[in-house]
């Protein structure tokens, strides 16, 4: 089933002084099933950031449609837009937006309490979500007191316990080290083996070694996409290597 849809989205910024136009992106439209994992890669400036932004409804485009079952996201009231990010939408930021005067636990119920979920409903989400990513015996600490490591799984807790529809992820490794990233792309992996959607933006080919379907965009557009079929990690790395090569001397399909 077609959880997502994005259909020919335009966006232009007039920058403030001089009127000059910026087209961050030209024509993207692409799809996402129920339960797909899948990576959007490109350039600085390419317009991922810009896509996911306007996925995650924190900024509108100049033209287009997402459908989010079947409903476009795009003609929701502004007083109703919070509601929809915080029941729909789960976010994973790079820089894990935690609050340093909340515990761990705090951070992840904020947007349950912000929903005014019963607090034993939320005790009852979160025991197992803790116990997955391996960070029960922390909730009571707070995030200056932990590594960035546990930070993150917190922030991806944190991004589970309202069972969203869609798991948006931005550059979730990029404030990691190599053991902490590896452990987080191993967790994103088993949520999404466990039924959960996820669209990571990703600079990083090791991260997008782990989905299961890879978009690379260019100059605003959808250029390229490669899927995993039977390949393991390691084939995968180095099929999006050579991708990212073709792209970079501009030639490149599907496959």
Do not use: C, W
């Not at 960035?148 to 080290?177: F, M």
Request: proline letters at 3%; zero cysteines; glycine letters at 8%.
């Amino acid at each position: 089933m077609t959880l997502l849809e994005v259909k020919n989205l335009k966006k232009i910024y007039t920058t403030r002084f001089g009127g000059n136009q910026v087209q961050a992106l030209s024509n993207v439209s692409f799809s996402v099933e129920e339960g797909e994992y899948v990576a959007i890669m490109g350039e600085s400036g390419s317009g991922k950031t810009t896509l996911l932004n306007i996925l995650a409804s924190l900024d509108k485009p100049t033209s287009g449609e997402i459908l989010l079952d079947g409903k476009n996201i795009l003609n929701i009231r502004e007083r109703d837009l919070a509601a929809f990010r915080r029941d729909q939408l789960g976010f994973v930021f790079q820089d894990f937006n935690l609050l340093d005067t909340f515990s761990l636990k705090d951070n992840i119920f904020l947007p349950l309490v912000l929903s005014r979920t019963p607090y034993q409903e939320m005790e009852n989400r979160l025991a197992p979500i803790a116990q997955k990513l391996e960070i029960s015996e922390l909730l009571h600490k707070f995030p200056y007191e932990v590594s960035g490591g546990q930070k993150q799984r917190a922030a991806v807790a944190r991004a589970l316990i309202t069972h969203p529809r869609l798991v948006l992820a931005d550059e979730p490794t990029g404030a990691l080290d190599s053991k902490a990233s590896a452990h987080l792309l191993r967790l994103f992996s088993e949520i999404n083996r466990g039924g959960q959607t996820v669209l990571m933006v990703t600079h990083s080919t090791m991260a997008a070694s782990h989905a299961g379907r890879i978009l690379f965009i260019k100059d605003g557009e959808v250029f390229h996409q490669l899927y995993r079929g039977g390949m393991s990690n390691e084939e995968l790395y180095q099929k999006i290597s050579d991708a990212l090569t073709l792209l970079s001397s501009g030639g490149a399909g599907n496959e």
